[in-house]
């Protein structure tokens, strides 16, 4: 109660016997200039002031400092205040709505911006201008609840000649602060003001009650706004994130946990999480899902009860995006790094060179070369020799995709945004690559008003699935190819200037096969084994034949080209017989096995000695003959490869 010392006069029935003594004191100090002792001592404090302030003690209106538009302002200005403030202000006004008393609203300066009374009490204030635009701050009116209430920023209690100007004598003015929830700063003054006869010194209490109702209403419309806005700070978070009942029932989910995991309020925790509900719920701290599996992603998963003055109310949780690794390597086995590429062409050993300096930059890239030259391994490897390689690496061929499609392949479309469209929607390719690489093979086939969302994905590292309201915001590396010359391209109209330039900061190009003719015995070598172990030999004329072919259709042409000679060949040895067609010299004359077989002479391995066994039924003689070599050298090797 210290709190409110000083508030008022004193008991109900002081009020009446103190208003004679009040006024001489009044009177005494104005004509003497002598400060009574007896009075009040937060009275006294504010005559204090208004002496020093030169206030006119005979004063009998306060001023108007706001009126027709600059009053409009000063309202608008106090709209929030008012809107919540207005029921309160009405019950008081209703509960003494036959007596003279008015209900007064002023804003942190002491201007009344709002007033209540009834028609008779109106011509009172009006008289003495206690209405809304006045200014009823100490400075200005002298002692008065309202202004002398900001300054000591309490609830008070004037009565009649405490008043430090005669004009408020008649009155009793109870005001009580009213403060910003969030910053407890004094934003308004509620008061009411009445006939002395009239106003009871409980009156205080009323309105010191609905000062604190305005106040608890403020706390809640403020706590609304701020739900508001931590909606859209949620929002702006990308990862998953709930917070659900103590039935498992999502109350609030943001864009991220809707969007990556399907999921909005109504939703059963339960099902989302695949837990058992008696079993988890009652018992819930805190706890943590290590590998939660959902689609594409892996999750760790972290649950938190939520609990208010010891009752379980429901939990948070939050979804964190893990690595790729475990998934990557269980579904793709086939990743590719630097070992896998097969040289030692200095020209493709400067090429890989300078791609595992580009793996540990992000900026966008372009690789250039003919179809088959090795471009996607390549990506593939900057992708696993860099920091992103436990993140996904997700592969798009632009130019396989059918031209209506390739919107909804690349940045996705939520469920129902066009016919045909899957009712879920669907995740694009930049949105499965997140933390990873996208590779956009044949670059220069992506439709030309299809690169403009590409420009705009570079450019603001966000993806607009089609039909969504908000972009998503993605962490992607984008790596490009093409086997065509983009220069050209973009010069006859067809690929954008602007997206060439954003590709291209680091640009790579693989020289085709046919200029780096010595991987081709590398390259075969590498194709005929497997495990380790190879599997095959190709006669010295058939790699002759391979050294002399153009190869258009590159690595990829002789891979294929050994893989049709392995099965074509009869046993393990690759003959050019068993090569493909086009490969073949066309005028080429037939050589029979035994005029090949010389060229083995010097370099008999054990395949080579096994297969000619295996086709001369083991005969020695035969196998000899078969390989030019004499009988002697047969029985050298079988013993020297330990064959029987
Ligand atoms: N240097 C290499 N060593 C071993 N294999 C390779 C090498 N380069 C390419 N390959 C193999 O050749 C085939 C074609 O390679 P890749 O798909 O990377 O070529 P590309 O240039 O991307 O082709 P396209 O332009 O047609 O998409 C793949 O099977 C790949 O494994």
Known sequence: MKKYRNMVVGAFN???????????????????????????????SSWRRC????????????????????????IEQNEFLLDIANPYMEQLHQY??????????????????????????????????????SNWDELSTGTNAIGTALIEEKPIQIFSSEHYCQGWHR???????????????????????????????????????QA??????????????????????????????????????VTRCNKAASYLLNISEGSSIYDILQFSEVQNLESLGRFNIEQFQQADNLWKVNVQSYKLGGNLLGGIVIFQKQPYKLLKLSKNSAKKDFSNIVTNDPEMLKVIKKAKKAAFSDQNMMIFGETGTGKEVLVQSIHYFGPRSEYPFVAVNCGAIPKDLIASELFGYEGGSFTGAKSKGKKGKFLLADLGTIFLDEIADLPIDIQVYLLRVLEEREVFPIGAKEPIPINVRVICATHKNLKEEVRKGNFREDLYYRLNVISLSLPPLRERKDDIPLLVDSFLTENGKKLFEMSGEAIDLLMKYEWPGNIRQLKNCIEQSKFNAN?????????????????????????????????????????????????????AKLLNVSRMTIYRKKEEFQLK
């Not at 009040?22 to 004509?31: N, V």
């Not at 002496?51 to 000063?74: H, M, R, T």
């Open 51 to 74: 002496k020093q302030s030169f206030i006119n003690p005979l004063k009998k209106e306060a001023d108007l400092v706001y009126k027709g538009d600059s009053l409009k302002e000063k």
């Open 96 to 133: 003494f709505f036959d007596q003279k008393i008015a209900v007064v609203l002023c804003d942190k300066t002491g201007v009344i911006i709002e007033a209540k009374s009834n028609s008779q009490m109106w011509m009172d204030v009006e008289r003495h201008r206690f209405v809304p635009g």
């Open 14 to 44: 002081e009020f009446h016997s103190l208003e004679k003594s009040l006024m001489k004191k009044w009177e005494r100090f104005h004509s003497s200039d002598v400060f009574p002792k007896d009075l009040r001592p937060i009275i006294l």
């Open 212 to 249: 604190l109702q305005i106040e608890k209403a403020l706390g809640h419309r403020l706590m609304e706004d701020h739900l508001l806005s931590l909606q859209s700070l949620l929002d702006f978070m990308q990862d998953p994130f709930l917070i659900f009942d103590i039935n498992g029932k």
């Open 171 to 209: 009155w009793v003015c109870s005001a009580a602060p009213i403060r910003d929830p969030m910053t407890n700063q004094i934003i308004g003054i509620l008061n009411i003001t009445g006939e002395k006869e009239l106003v009871h010194a409980h009156n205080i209490h009323l309105v010191i009650n």
């Open 571 to 623: 046993g393990r040895q690759i003959l050019p017989k068993h090569l493909p067609k086009e490969i073949l010299p066309a005028n080429k004359k037939k050589v029979n096995e035994k005029q090949r077989f010389p060229q083995q002479k010097f370099k008999i391995g054990k395949n080579e000695l096994m297969l000619a066994l295996e086709k001369t039924n083991g005969n020695v003689t035969q196998a």
